[in-house]
């Protein structure tokens, strides 16, 4: 797996590289629409991740969200600027994380990366999911993306790093590709919500059934504080 990891790296290298080359046209189309939709705001949002063995990094996207209405809850219509729900529609919110794929940040297919506050929550098993580089898209996108309640959606993080393979890579690879093709809303890119309920209500109530043990959690030193509000972007 170590000789494929480092192929799939050299690989995600060369076709970012390619894909920016071929549409850097699109964002830059993309940047000045964000510009002049509203000239006071900045066109990126940089949301700090963490990935690969718990290392945070910022993830670049496109600003799609009214500037009030940034990490003050969920992802509706009313928070996303005109543009920024053609783009979210799109996934073209997206590209950005070509340059995260470049420095070595994201891989094209991986495990969602999600913000640090959740990390002091993950069990063991489910922080094999932090053993790669996180993707643009992944097993769980494909296989239900925000319909997927969080403990499955994790579930297909580690069942995707315990059988990690070009072929596999390549069926997600192409089942993104049809999907977004269709429409679908399994396709590649940040979900709509974050697993906040997930760590607050469901982990932390098993703790406190006996369910589960706090020795079952993770090791880690959060530099923010544990679960408190959910950030939509």
């Not at 940047?31 to 963490?50: E, F």
Request: hydrophobic share 40%.
């Amino acid at each position: 797996m170590k000789r494929y990891i480092y192929i799939k790296y050299t690989l995600d290298f060369i076709l970012a590289a390619l894909i920016l080359a071929l549409t850097f046209w699109v964002l830059l189309l993309c940047a000045l629409v964000i510009k002049l939709d509203d000239k006071s705001a900045p066109v990126m949002y940089n949301a700090r991740r963490i990935g690969q063995d718990l290392k945070p990094f910022k993830m670049y996207k496109f600003r799609t969200m009214k500037p009030e209405c940034e990490g003050v809850g969920a992802v509706t219509t009313d928070t996303l600027t005109r543009p920024g729900r053609i783009l979210r529609k799109l996934s073209l919110d997206e590209l950005p994380q070509l340059f995260n794929i470049l420095r070595g940040d994201m891989s094209f297919i991986g495990p969602r990366p999600l913000m640090e506050r959740y990390v002091p929550w993950y069990t063991k098993e489910q922080n094999l999911r932090h053993s790669v580089r996180p993707g643009l898209t992944g097993l769980a996108q494909i296989c239900g993306r925000v319909n997927l309640q969080w403990d499955k959606r994790f579930e297909y993080d580690v069942q995707y790093v315990k059988s990690l393979s070009f072929k596999e890579d390549a069926a997600i690879f192409f089942s993104t590709f049809r999907k977004a093709l269709g429409g679908n809303d399994a396709i590649a890119g940040a979900e709509n919500t974050e697993p906040v309920g997930y760590f607050d209500e469901y982990q932390r109530d098993l703790i406190a059934h006996g369910l589960l043990s706090e020795t079952e959690l993770i090791s880690y030193e959060p530099s923010v504080r544990r679960p408190a509000a959910a950030v939509a972007e």
